[in-house]
């Protein structure tokens, strides 16, 4: 299918008043799609790229994926929840990875994980109110020689203590509170 097609499904006289002018929410997969869509096999790597782009697989970008493949939306969502690598509610600003694996374990990541659950107010799987963090618990992260650790987006923390984890996500609440300041003054200095 070209892309030209895919920029758009409604067609003129369609009936939901879109003029057919509407733009596709998920132009930025239309080149992965031209890629992929007619190479048998590559729906878990479009799937990947798809959660790259958009952060987790809503259920209209999984009936997209399934239109522009041929595919039936029963068997996208059959292999999505297969996988544990793939998330289907938007995530947090930080994605906060617990290893849970036997190394990190054995020295403590359960501690680690219940002062950070006490901290962010959440449970495993949760995304906190202010939308900042997102909590999953993950099996080995490769690096048994720091355990216990803890990803956070890209970035290793290792040898966690209770104190320490804590102070990582203090620190990046305070990152994101002045974030949020700095933009609130840039928004007042352009209104006034
Ligand atoms: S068990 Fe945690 S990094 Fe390997």
Known sequence: MSHETRE?????????????ERA????ELSPILDHYADIPGSLITILQK?????????????RYIALETH????KVYGVATFYTQ???KPVGKYLVMLCQGTACHVNGSKLVEEAV???LEIKEGETTADGLFTLNNVACLGCCSLSPVMMIND????????D??????????????NETAGLATIEQEVIT
Do not use: W
């Not at 798809?50 to 999984?62: I, N, R, W």
């Not at 970035?155 to 209770?162: N, V």
């Open 50 to 62: 798809a959660q790259e782009l958009y952060g987790f697989l809503s259920v209209e970008l999984m």
């Open 86 to 88: 793939f998330r289907f």
């Open 155 to 162: 970035d290793t923390y290792g040898q966690l203590t209770k």
């Open 24 to 27: 596709n929410p998920f132009a």
């Open 164 to 177: 320490k984890a804590i102070h990582i996500l203090a620190e990046l609440k305070e990152v994101a509170s």
């Open 71 to 74: 595919t039936s939306i029963a």
């Open 8 to 20: 758009h499904h409604h067609e003129h006289g369609c009936g939901c008043g879109c003029q057919g």
């Open 117 to 119: 659950m006490d901290f």
